[in-house]
């Protein structure tokens, strides 16, 4: 179904940071598939672990043990504030298992009337149903039937607005610590710690959806320990599985008293090809200094990043983000931003709030930074003069 606009571009193999086309063009990617490729492509860890699994099982369904499963769900609860997982396939099914289990828990505790969950404008939770409403975007809902019911949407950052909309039918509160698909909209944390004090106070629980920043990415293991603020829920995907479709919601035990055997459930979600791989992520991502060296060069990136801004004032307006989740703020339309910078092969993600982000592989080095930036001032050069010349034309 053409429901996506696609760039006239296609690529045969990846090494690293680096995309090649069938005819050996190279270009360097700071797009990651969208903050998934979180250990770049082709890494030999991942080859092999995908590979070693191949060749012996694939999948068992979840009517059997899967100690893989086991293994990676420990290896996040010892790292997280959580005691549980639950692993599905996909960023929007994490958020949606998360929403379940939040109602769910209400539910248990005789306050089945709690379901109604408060998230910000701006947000990106998935494209399911419920996800759309939770992201309250009138461009993803339109035309798709009656919005599911229970999602109450306050302005980004508007603590008063989110205290007015608390009601007696209110379960928790749903919130990306960077608002990702939103224009790298970084949360301040003193904004996350009012969060967490609010949901204290007044019984709510608090759902982080980590999906783009967790795993590293902002510099962090997760994005909310920059801040101190744990949550009892969070959606994890996209980095998790380095580019295998791999997602999970983690809570803590209370948070998730209601799930008990048989009121969830997803055939694919934990398979052992999928568990091999996330073990093999984190073999990398939990290593020493790995998580290190993502601070360091989404430091050196954001510093490269404002002599750009100071050196292309007409066409860009601030840089954003957390670690290796970056945004440029734009003053000619991202897409033609993104569009001058793949000219230059250097591949971007456009955002909202006119932000083109980039967001290179984990892995990125010192060196592909500096090539990455001399590209993105090569690009607006050539943006600016289409621009002089076509007022020019006028
Ligand atoms: C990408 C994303 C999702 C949806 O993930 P899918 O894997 O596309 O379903 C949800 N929340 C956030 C914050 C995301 O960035």
Not at 95 to 103: G, P, Y
Not at 227 to 247: T, Y
Not at 270 to 291: E, H, K, T
Request: proline content about 5%; hydrophobic content about 45%.
């Amino acid at each position: 179904m053409p429901v996506f606009a696609r760039a006239p571009l296609a690529f045969e193999r990846g090494e690293g940071c680096w995309l090649i086309t069938d005819d050996g063009e190279r270009y360097l990617d700071f797009g990651s598939g969208v903050a998934v490729n979180a250990l770049g492509h082709a890494h030999p860890h991942l080859v092999e672990a995908i590979r070693a699994q191949a060749e012996k099982l694939w999948h068992v369904s979840n009517l059997y043990q899967i100690p893989d499963g086991e293994r990676l769900a420990r290896r996040l609860t010892d790292a997280s504030f959580a005691d549980v997982v639950f692993f599905a396939n996909s960023g929007a099914e994490a958020v949606e298992a998360s929403v379940k289990v939040a109602r769910k828990h209400f539910h248990a505790k005789g306050e089945g009337e709690r379901f109604r969950i408060i998230t910000f404008e701006g947000a990106f939770h998935g494209r399911t149903l419920a996800t759309i409403a939770a992201g309250g975007q009138a461009k993803y809902i339109e035309g798709f039937g009656p919005k599911v019911d229970g999602f109450d949407q306050v302005p980004f950052g508007d603590l008063e607005a989110l205290k007015a909309a608390i009601g007696p039918e209110t379960a928790a509160i749903l919130i990306e610590p960077v608002q990702g698909e939103g224009g790298v909209r970084v949360v301040p944390p003193a904004f996350l710690r009012a969060l967490r004090e609010i949901c204290d106070e007044r019984d709510l629980l608090l759902i982080f959806d980590e999906v783009q920043t967790g795993v590293g990415r902002t510099g962090t293991l997760f994005a909310h320990q920059h801040s101190g603020v744990e949550p009892d829920i969070m959606a994890l995907a996209k980095g998790l599985g380095g580019g295998f479709p791999l997602g999970a919601c983690l809570a803590t035990r209370e948070a998730a008293s209601g799930m008990t055997a048989g009121v969830h459930g997803s055939t694919f979600g934990g398979n052992p090809l999928a568990m091999a791989v996330g073990n093999a992520v984190l073999d990398v991502v939990l290593a020493p200094g790995f998580i290190e060296h993502v601070a360091e060069m989404g430091l050196l990136l954001r510093q490269r990043l404002a002599a750009i801004v100071d050196a292309h004032p007409e066409t860009v307006a601030e840089i954003r983000g957390e670690g290796l989740l970056t945004g440029i703020r734009c003053k000619a339309p991202n897409s033609e931003v993104s569009a001058v910078l793949r000219d230059e092969k250097l591949l971007t993600v456009a955002a909202g709030d006119n932000v083109v982000r980039l967001l290179p592989p984990l892995i990125v080095t010192a060196d592909e930074i500096g090539e990455a930036v001399a590209r993105i001032d090569r690009g607006l050069v050539a943006l600016e003069r289409k621009m002089i010349g076509a007022r020019g034309d006028a």
